[in-house]
């Protein structure tokens, strides 16, 4: 080990080395379709039309903007969302690749609640604090005095395919499908009985593209072109 130490240092005639292949990188936010509704039971739809791009689907997240209301439209008072609250929303997510399903996860917030108090360490735990993730004891809120809430989830979170599969996807209509859940109870925790409406105002799909160098791009559409099989190895 020291030798293979000393070699380096001694190297000195060694040039510098500029990667270039990744010429830029940007996060576009994709909405769903205009007619889609945030109800429940509603199944909502964000796709990815362009075909020509090269997506990271694995740093992709979910933005997600609502308010917990009273029946009567002011903010609840004795109602508050639970850890992992958003998540609890919907029934169902699935991830599309060219109309052909990859990964879907159902009982979305069990299944990401479950596996977060698993894997996720205390410092890990602290960073998700902005997809929802409250702390064990609860001390803080998800919602301002207005009952407004501002979460984005890492699609990691959610799908083994964006936790497992880290490379970019290229030429391809990806679609990303939510069935919000028939009722919002698992979401809230009341000490007495308050009637209340969840209303999501906003949900949009941040999906980092991917801008390569032109010579990594001809290659990389050289590749494909070849209509060489790629596998995509993930845990589900």
Same mark, same amino acid.
């Given at each position: 080990?020291?030798?293979?130490?000393?070699?380096?240092?001694?190297?000195?005639?060694?040039?510098?080395?500029?990667?270039?292949?990744?010429?830029?990188?940007?996060?576009?936010?994709?909405?769903?379709?205009?007619?889609?509704?945030?109800?429940?039971?509603?199944?909502?739809?964000?796709? &990815?039309?362009?075909? #020509?791009?090269? &997506?990271?689907?694995?740093?992709?997240?979910?933005? !997600?903007?609502?308010?917990?209301?009273?029946? #009567?439209?002011?903010?609840?008072?004795?109602?508050?969302? &639970?850890?992992?609250? !958003?998540?609890?929303?919907?029934?169902?997510?699935?991830?599309?690749?060219?109309?052909?399903?990859?990964?879907?996860?159902?009982? &979305?917030?069990?299944?990401?609640?479950?596996?977060?108090?698993?894997?996720?360490?205390?410092?890990?735990?602290?960073?998700?604090?902005?997809?929802?993730?409250?702390?064990?004891?609860?001390?803080?809120?998800?919602?301002?005095?207005?009952?407004? @809430?501002?979460?984005?989830?890492?699609?990691?979170?959610?799908?083994?395919?964006?936790?497992?599969?880290?490379?970019?996807?290229?030429?391809?209509?990806?679609?990303?499908?939510?069935?919000?859940?028939?009722?919002?109870?698992?979401?809230?925790?009341?000490?007495?009985?308050?009637?209340?409406?969840?209303?999501? #105002?906003?949900?949009?799909?941040?999906?980092?593209?991917?801008?390569?160098?032109?010579?990594?791009?001809?290659?990389?559409?050289?590749?494909?072109?070849?209509? +060489?099989? +790629?596998?995509?190895? @993930?845990?589900?």
């Amino acid at each position: 080990m020291l030798r293979t130490i000393d070699e380096k240092i001694l190297s000195i005639q060694t040039s510098v080395v500029f990667d270039e292949s990744i010429a830029h990188q940007e996060i576009h936010a994709h909405k769903p379709y205009a007619s889609s509704t945030f109800n429940n039971s509603d199944e909502i739809r964000i796709t &990815v039309q362009h075909q #020509d791009l090269c &997506v990271l689907p694995s740093k992709s997240s979910l933005h !997600i903007s609502g308010k917990l209301l009273k029946s #009567d439209g002011t903010a609840a008072a004795i109602t508050t969302l &639970v850890n992992n609250a !958003i998540c609890h929303l919907f029934e169902d997510v699935r991830y599309e690749l060219n109309a052909v399903e990859i990964d879907k996860c159902k009982n &979305v917030g069990l299944t990401s609640l479950l596996k977060g108090f698993a894997s996720l360490n205390p410092g890990q735990s602290w960073l998700m604090e902005n997809a929802g993730w409250l702390d064990v004891q609860e001390t803080k809120k998800l919602t301002d005095a207005d009952g407004n @809430f501002d979460v984005v989830i890492p699609l990691s979170m959610i799908l083994g395919f964006a936790e497992d599969y880290r490379k970019i996807v290229v030429n391809a209509k990806h679609e990303l499908i939510l069935t919000r859940s028939k009722s919002d109870l698992n979401a809230i925790v009341q000490n007495q009985d308050e009637d209340f409406r969840i209303v999501i #105002d906003q949900m949009e799909w941040l999906v980092p593209y991917v801008k390569l160098s032109d010579q990594r791009k001809i290659a990389l559409l050289n590749f494909i072109e070849k209509d +060489v099989p +790629v596998s995509m190895s @993930f845990r589900s």
